[in-house]
C-alpha cells in the first residue's frame, strides 16, 4: 500500500467521526416518540452471593468525582496509538479489512433504493427450512462443524447480574471478562469492589475495549442519582489494591472490540450484549445467555487469544496462543450450539444471517437496536416478496441521535414493504434474531460496525427447546409489550440524512 495513502485513511476517519458525532448532536427531531420519562431510580446496589441486593459503602468508593482527564488521556493515546503501532502486522491486517470492506460496500448496486416495488403479495406460509441441511449448510459458511452446550436466557439485568454475581463470589479458579464497556458508574463501581474482593481468592482478568470504556467515563446514565459516587479511570480502580489484571484492547483505525462474555472456571459463560453499567442493570432491555457444556471452552479460548494479543508480547503471545492452545475441548452433554464471530476478512456473523434470509419460507423474526446494513434490509424485503412473514421490533429510543433517526427510514422502508414493524417502548438493547427455527443472537448489531470491522460473538443453534424458549421469553412477550405500525413513522431531512450516515458505521 502507498504510504501516503495509508497515513492519509486514519486521519481522514478520524476527521469524518468527528464530523458525524457533531451532526448527531446537531439533528433535530430524530426521535421516534417522545422523550423518555423518569426512570426508576436505585442507586448504587448489587446483590450478594445470595441474590440480594446491598448498597456499596462510601468506604468502597472513590471520594467525590472529576472526569479522569490524564488517565483517560493516557488511555487514548495508547489504545488509538502507541498499541496499534507495536502490533503493526494486526494493525495493517485490519486496516486492509477496513478498507476493502468499506470499498465493496460503497460500490454494491444491492442497495435499499433498488428495492422491487409494486404490490406485496399475501404470506405462503411456507414450511419452513429443513433445518438438518442448513446446518449442514452452515458447516460450508463457517468452515467448522459446531460445539455442544446448553443455553439460559437471562432477559434485562434482573436476571442476568444476580446470575453474574452469584457465578463470580462461587468462583473457585477464575474470573474471565471481556467487555467493550466496564463503565464508572456507580453500579460498575460497585461490582468492581466485588472483584476487587475476590481477586485475593481466584484469579480475575478484565479485558476491557479502550475506546467504548473512554467514551462511556464521559457520560452518566439518566437514571443516576445526581449524587451517586463514581470511580475514576477504571481500569485504574480495578487494579487499585487488588490482584486484578486488567488489559485494554486497543482501537487501531477507531475499530473495537464489542464483543461481551465473562467465563467463570472454564464452567459457565455467560454472553450477549450486556456491558458493566447501570444502564443494563436497570434501564435497558437487553438479553444475556448462560452457557455451559465444550462450548464454554471455545468462548474462554477467544478470551485467551484477545487477551494475550492485547498483553506485553502482543502478535507473538498471539501466535503462541493460537498453535499451543490452553484450552481442552473434551467431548461433553448439550446440543449443537455454533459460536460465529466478525474478525477481519471473516464476517461469519453477516454471512450466515444473509444467507438464513435468503433461505427461510416460513418466518424471520429479528430484533436489533442498530439496523442500517443495505443488503440485510433488501434481504428481508425480498424474502418478504416471497411470501415469508417478516417481522421486525426497533427501539423508540435509543443511544444514538444518528441511528434512532436512521431507524425511522429503516421502519418506513420495511413497513412499505410489507414487513411488520412493531416499536418496542424505551431502548430495547436485544440482538437476536429466529428464522424458521434457527436462533442466532449475541453482541453484534445490524450495521456495518458489527458486521464487517469490529470483533462480535454470537452463538446460533437449531435446538427446538431452545429456539421455543427464546420465542417465548423474549419474542413473544416484546411483539405484545410493542405498538406495531399501521401508518409511516413522520420523516424529514434529518432522517435521511441520518441514515446516509449510519450506513458507514
Known amino acids: ?193 466485588r472483584l476487587k474482593r475476590r481477586s485475593g481468592e481466584v484469579k480475575i482478568r478484565v479485558l476491557m475495549d479502550g475506546l467504548g470504556t473512554l467514551v462511556a467515563a464521559g457520560v452518566a446514565p439518566d437514571s443516576m442519582p445526581p449524587d451517586a459516587v463514581r470511580a475514576g479511570w477504571i481500569a485504574d480502580y480495578l487494579e487499585r489494591d487488588s490482584d486484578v489484571d486488567v488489559r485494554m484492547q486497543s482501537n487501531p483505525w477507531l475499530t473495537g472490540d464489542h464483543t461481551k462474555t465473562i467465563v467463570v472456571d472454564n464452567e459457565v459463560a455467560f454472553i450477549g450484549g450486556m456491558n458493566i453499567g447501570r444502564e443494563y442493570r436497570y434501564d435497558w432491555h437487553d438479553l444475556m445467555m448462560e452457557v455451559r457444556g465444550p462450548i464454554v471452552g471455545v468462548i474462554d479460548q477467544e478470551f485467551r487469544l484477545a487477551w494475550r494479543r492485547a498483553g506485553f508480547l502482543g502478535e507473538l503471545g498471539f501466535l503462541a496462543e493460537r498453535l499451543w492452545p490452553s484450552v481442552s475441548r473434551e467431548a461433553g452433554a448439550g446440543y449443537a450450539v455454533r459460536m460465529l464471530v466478525t474478525k477481519p476478512w471473516n464476517s461469519e456473523i453477516f454471512r450466515t444471517q444473509l444467507a438464513a434470509i435468503r433461505a427461510a419460507e416460513g418466518y424471520i423474526y429479528i430484533q436489533n437496536p442498530y439496523f442500517s446494513d443495505d443488503k440485510i434490509l433488501v434481504a428481508l424485503i425480498e424474502a418478504r416478496r416471497r411470501g415469508v412473514d417478516v417481522r421486525v421490533i426497533l427501539p423508540s429510543r435509543g443511544d444514538s441521535k444518528i441511528m434512532v433517526g436512521s431507524n425511522v427510514v429503516v421502519a418506513n422502508t420495511l413497513f412499505r414493504q410489507g414487513v411488520r414493524v412493531f416499536i418496542y417502548p424505551g431502548f430495547s438493547h436485544v440482538k437476536a434474531a429466529i428464522f424458521d427455527g434457527w436462533a442466532c443472537l449475541g453482541s453484534a448489531n445490524l450495521d456495518k460496525m458489527s458486521l464487517r470491522v469490529n470483533d462480535e460473538m454470537n452463538l446460533a443453534t437449531s435446538h427446538p427447546p431452545t429456539v421455543a424458549a427464546l420465542m417465548a421469553r423474549v419474542f413473544d412477550v416484546d411483539f405484545a409489550k410493542s405498538v406495531e405500525m399501521t401508518e409511516p413513522l413522520p420523516q424529514n431531512l434529518s432522517h435521511r440524512l441520518a441514515a446516509l450516515i449510519a450506513n458507514q458505521l
Open 1 to 193: 500500500m502507498n504510504p501516503d495513502l495509508a497515513a492519509a485513511i486514519p486521519a481522514a476517519r478520524t476527521s469524518l467521526l468527528t464530523a458525524i458525532t457533531l451532526i448527531a448532536w446537531l439533528l433535530p427531531g430524530c426521535a421516534t416518540s417522545d422523550q423518555p420519562g423518569k426512570l426508576a431510580v436505585t442507586s448504587g446496589t448489587i446483590p450478594d452471593s445470595s441474590g440480594h441486593e446491598r448498597v456499596a459503602g462510601p468506604s468502597e468508593r472513590d471520594e467525590g468525582y472529576r472526569f479522569p482527564v490524564l488517565p483517560a488521556g493516557v488511555a487514548l493515546f495508547r489504545t488509538l496509538v502507541s498499541k496499534p503501532a507495536a502490533r503493526p502486522l494486526s494493525s495493517l491486517h485490519r486496516l486492509a479489512s477496513f478498507v476493502t470492506n468499506t470499498a465493496f460496500d460503497t460500490l454494491d448496486p444491492n442497495s435499499v433504493v433498488l428495492a422491487r416495488r409494486g404490490p406485496v403479495p399475501p404470506l405462503s406460509r411456507g414450511r419452513g427450512m429443513d433445518l438438518a441441511a442448513w446446518e449442514e449448510r452452515l458447516d460450508e459458511l463457517t468452515g467448522r462443524a459446531p460445539s455442544k452446550g446448553t443455553i439460559r436466557f437471562l432477559v434485562d439485568g434482573d436476571e442476568f447480574f444476580p446470575r453474574l454475581i452469584g457465578a463470580v463470589e462461587g468462583a473457585q479458579r477464575s474470573v474471565d471478562i471481556r467487555t467493550y464497556i466496564f463503565d464508572n458508574d456507580d453500579y460498575a463501581t460497585a461490582f468492581a469492589d
